[in-house]
């Protein structure tokens, strides 16, 4: 995994996507090469523009999901992905043919062979098998421990199958350690954990025990590990890098006050104040007659209101009013008492179901953002009915109030509706990530899933 402005993005991710720009880079130069009949030294000029043409349209496939690690669906889905990429792309290509200075070369065949070059290379990628590129950097882990939470980290390694990170073995914290994992995975070796480890080839090891007093954990030995070059990561620092995640079972207050992370200097506020307000009035310009549509369909079902307003905790826990369009039956909460929103709602009416679907019933939320209530990326604000409850059951709740709340998330990006106490915690564990995370590049990495799970329904809802 790599580190890119704070944000973990998997090794084989970045090798693929550099693949797929070179080729395409390639193929631009002998294209301008071969079709325009340039000099050599014309050639040499169009080289930076070819470049940053590839770069760019290989980093946006990147951002809509095209090289996502672990998507394993069908041809169909496939189908869908290299589709929607394509769609995606041609427009903007065309976008940065007139910004480009191409000059005199670019003539309307080269902009076509340009076109075909990189919906082929998209293919290519979207239907290839992407384990290769996975398996180009994969690194041997040893599992300190064999209880719950190494069967959660074999979990966690295991549910992207085209993970670069390999098992090897499960080496046991002390006699007395319960053996939840598979008994033959159980390392037992006659020497010091470093020449298990020196035996094994082992690049990495995840210390998956959270009782660190009465020597559990063997602490010379993996600081001897460490001396030796080799990786050691406690749990919470693993689920963050390789889930997107801070894990609520595995985290100490202690963690959150020293380690790095949950910055919220005025610079960054500045900038994220600046992004939402351009950002917020574009979306609003170019959702205009959709959003005129949604309100007249919610008017044909269901009569007025159009819109549906309801107070929200935001940032260090004041209350506003967050604006949304109504998506429910006038009566959905006729008792008074505040239920979970679940995906398959009964109170939904058929047009709320469809907008809820493709996120339509957000774009209200954007005037929330003009007002400086919300942020387009941030926490999904919550209930102060729900906030209570969920404050006073988990820990570290309350710290996701540190920034303002998103009409759009890690944790909504990475995790279905939220419907009981068990999915708080989950979207909490993504939230908290945020926190301590957020940088404008991780907003625009939500922003562009945002549009990927819009469009393919692929993910969370």
């Known amino acids: ?43 040499v000029a169009v080289v930076p523009s070819a470049l940053t043409f590839a770069v760019t349209m290989m980093v946006l496939n990147g951002a809509l999901g095209l090289y996502r690690v672990g998507f394993s669906g069908s041809l169909r ?42 919906g082929l290379v998209v293919a290519i990628r979207g239907l290839a098998v992407r384990r290769v590129g996975a398996g180009v950097l994969v690194k041997r882990v040893m599992v300190i421990g064999t209880g719950a939470d190494a069967v959660a980290v074999e979990h966690a390694l295991t549910q992207p199958a085209s993970s670069s990170l390999q098992v090897v073995g499960f080496y ?45 954990i063997p602490l010379r030995d993996l600081l001897d590990c460490k001396m030796a070059g080799i990786k050691v990561l406690d749990l919470s620092s693993f689920f963050e890098r390789v889930r997107g995640q801070v894990r609520i079972d595995s985290l100490r207050a202690s963690w959150l006050i020293y380690g790095e992370g949950f910055r919220q200097g005025w610079g960054r506020t500045l900038v994220k104040r600046i ?26 079902e269901d009569g007025a209101p159009v819109f549906y307003r309801q107070e929200r905790v935001g940032l260090g826990g004041r209350l506003f009013k967050v604006i949304k369009f109504r998506s429910m039956r006038r009566d959905a909460e006729r008792d008074g008492k505040p239920r979970w929103a679940a995906a398959n709602d009964d109170r939904v009416t058929r047009t709320g179901r469809f907008i809820r679907k493709v ?47 998103g009409v759009t998330g890690w944790a909504q990006v990475r995790y ?22 957020h940088t404008l590049f991780l907003d625009t990495v939500v922003l562009f899933e945002t549009v990927r799970v819009v469009l393919t329904g692929d993910g969370a809802h």
């Not at 065309?94 to 309307?108: K, T």
């Not at 992004?275 to 044909?300: G, R």
């Not at 942020?375 to 209570?388: N, Q, T």
């Open 1 to 43: 995994m790599l580190k890119l402005f704070n944000h973990y993005v998997p090794s084989s991710t970045v090798v693929q996507l550099l693949l797929d720009a070179s080729l395409l880079f390639i193929a631009l130069v002998l294209v301008f090469g071969f079709q325009s009949q340039v000099t050599s030294s014309e050639l």
């Open 359 to 405: 996120r339509i019933d957000e774009l209200p939320q954007l005037f929330n953002v003009l007002k400086g209530e919300m942020s387009l990326v941030g926490p999904r604000p919550e209930r102060p009915y729900f906030v209570d409850q969920l404050t006073r059951d988990i820990p570290f709740y309350a710290v996701r109030h540190c920034v303002k709340p």
């Open 416 to 437: 279905q509706y939220g419907s009981s106490v068990d999915d708080a915690v989950n979207k909490l564990q993504y939230d908290l990530y945020y926190v301590k995370n």
């Open 275 to 300: 992004f939402d307000v351009v950002a917020s009035l574009v979306l609003l310009i170019l959702a205009a007659p959709v959003m005129v549509i949604a309100a007249l369909a919610i008017l044909i």
């Open 77 to 118: 889905d496939s189908l869908i992905r290299v589709l929607m990429a394509i769609t995606l792309s041609v427009p903007v290509a065309y976008g940065i043919f007139w910004v480009l200075p191409w000059g005199e070369f670019a003539h309307e065949a080269v902009e076509l062979s340009v076109l075909g070059l990189m």
């Open 172 to 216: 046991p914290a002390g006699s007395g350690d319960d053996v939840r994992v598979d008994p033959k995975r159980v390392i037992h070796f006659d020497g010091s954990l470093l020449a298990a480890a020196n035996h094994l080839r082992v690049n990495e090891i995840i210390v998956a025990v959270k009782e660190r007093r009465g020597g559990v």
